[in-house]
């Protein structure tokens, strides 16, 4: 297949879609474009139609071209990531994978442009993590949440502020930072290192202040990560955890249990901030990200020493420290609801305590002069009813 033909199908479909994420090729379905969360079938160049497995295939003849080491991956394990990038400099996070025999491909539109944490709209109490020096923060959330942006912002932040070296452990590189104040190597797995913890290790000897690792997958990363962040180092990574409490029981898990207690005293003293993110459903078209954060305090690591109980909870201590510009999921979706830059059902659907959220969402329906009773609308449903008979 002409890449050319390609080329110009991508760059045709996202003049068309400026607000697209990702593309999806399945054998079997169109071609698919995400857009503000939702799939929709698109018309794309040479693939016209349901895509068949030789279609698929030769997609992924171009977007791996001659990376031998990325086919062996894909023939090894069924599934393999990398970067691809247009001729006009679009680039994309693509993860190939076999399903039921055949190839398939998703790829997720890089942003041009490393963004800063004021062009995010991210709480201000963000902010301070670039100026740490040392110590470990945890971006949390799913697969497509934003993590990878708001590590990038903060990267950014301190290669604009400080003369440091800054060394990255990527799977696979999202944003190409250029040096500035500081001075940032960008490695990505499968080429530069070939496991995280590998080049986690390798980075300490590489005279770095501040480790970016993609993700911490097992014991053995977030050992020598801990153990950078005891020694000087400032560690950024992500999870793929739901929030700030299952963060912390999934790094605890991770280890033996005779491990585990001396764990949680070291982690308690490196651990600066969880940064929990989801992305929701806006209003009148895209998506908003909604945070959650927690930073370290007496509270906090005395409960991650200890564990939770009935009456100490992350999710009260993270309540009850908004003075301190700590947050709940919960308390800053009420917060978006406020704004009204979602609706109450996106808001119902995207918290963590469902009884708690509603009785905040009726309240600030009331200061609005909406009817929260739900009587209103049983009295038209029965005015309408009865115009029927």
Partial sequence: ?????????????????????????????????????DLRAIDFGPFLGRLTAD?????????????????????????????????DGTRFRVNVFVSRGSYSVVMRVLAADVPSLESL??????????????????????????????????IDEINNSRPVHIVTLEDPIEFAHRHKRGTVNQRELGTDFYTFSDGLRSALRQAPKVILVGEMRDAETMEIGIKA?????????????????QTIHRI????????????????????????GQRL?????????????IMGSSLRTRELIQR??????????????????????????????????????????????????????????????????????QLEMAYVRKIKQV
């Fill in 121 to 154: 709209k991210v709480p201000a109490i963000l902010g301070e993590i670039p100026g740490l020096k040392n110590g470990m923060v945890i971006v949390a959330g799913a697969t497509g949440s934003g993590k990878s942006t708001t590590l990038a912002a903060i």
């Fill in 307 to 376: 564990g939770e109980d009935g009456e100490k909870t992350y999710y009260q201590i993270i309540a009850d420290a908004r003075a301190n510009g700590w947050q709940t999921f919960d308390q800053h979706i009420c917060e978006l609801f406020s704004q009204e830059l979602i609706s109450a059902e996106v808001a119902k659907s995207y918290c963590s305590e469902i009884s708690a959220t509603t009785k905040e969402i009726d309240r600030i329906r009331l200061t609005r002069g909406e009817d929260t009773s739900g009587l209103g």
């Fill in 229 to 245: 962040a005891e020694t000087g180092h400032l560690v950024l990574s992500t999870l793929h955890t739901i929030d700030a409490g």
């Fill in 252 to 275: 605890v898990g991770m280890f033996a249990l005779e491990e585990r207690q001396l764990l949680r005293s070291r982690l308690a003293q490196v651990l600066r901030f969880v940064v």
């Fill in 55 to 87: 279609h698929t295939k030769a997609l992924v003849s171009v977007v791996t071209g001659d990376a031998r080491g990325l086919r062996e991956t894909l023939e090894k394990s069924g599934s393999c990531d990398c970067a691809y990038a247009l001729p």
């Fill in 280 to 292: 929701l459903p806006r209003q009148g078209g895209g998506r908003v990200p909604a945070l959650e």
């Fill in 1 to 37: 297949m002409n890449p050319t033909e390609i080329h110009a199908a991508f760059a045709t479909t996202l003049k068309a879609y400026p607000g697209a994420s990702d593309f999806n090729f399945t054998v079997n379905k169109a071609p698919q474009l995400e857009v503000n969360g």
